[in-house]
């Protein structure tokens, strides 16, 4: 479930099936909607432990709250062929994170 409050995404549990860079990043990605801006993404990563805790938790803290703003971010495995450099980039599926009132 997404989650916009200050609790951490996911407490207690991790995603199983996590694609790993060879460099054992474990991918995320990112969307991104600004009001003056067609919809972009990204595809992050993580070193912070296996379920991306501290990558969700920084996307909480850090995003923008303005109105006509929303960052999502989902597992890429949840996503499989996410293109995450089309424009404008397609909203993920089954966010783990949404802040902002246009989300």
């Known amino acids: 479930m997404p989650s916009q409050s200050g609790a951490p995404p996911n407490e207690g549990s991790s995603h199983p099936s996590n694609p790993r860079s060879p460099f054992g990043t474990t991918l995320q990605a990112g969307w991104y909607r600004v009001a003056t801006l067609e919809d972009q993404a990204q595809l992050l990563g993580s070193r912070g432990g296996a379920d991306c805790?501290?990558?969700?938790?920084?996307?909480?803290?850090?995003?923008?709250?303005?109105?006509?703003?929303?960052?999502?971010?989902?597992?890429?495995?949840?996503?499989?062929?996410?293109?995450?450099?089309?424009?404008?980039?397609?909203?993920?599926?089954?966010?783990?994170?949404?802040?902002?009132?246009?989300?």
Do not use: H
């Open 53 to 103: 805790s501290s990558t969700f938790d920084l996307i909480q803290k850090t995003s923008p709250t303005d109105l006509g703003e929303c960052t999502i971010a989902a597992w890429a495995s949840d996503n499989p062929g996410y293109k995450a450099n089309a424009t404008p980039a397609k909203r993920p599926k089954k966010p783990q994170v949404m802040v902002g009132p246009a989300c």
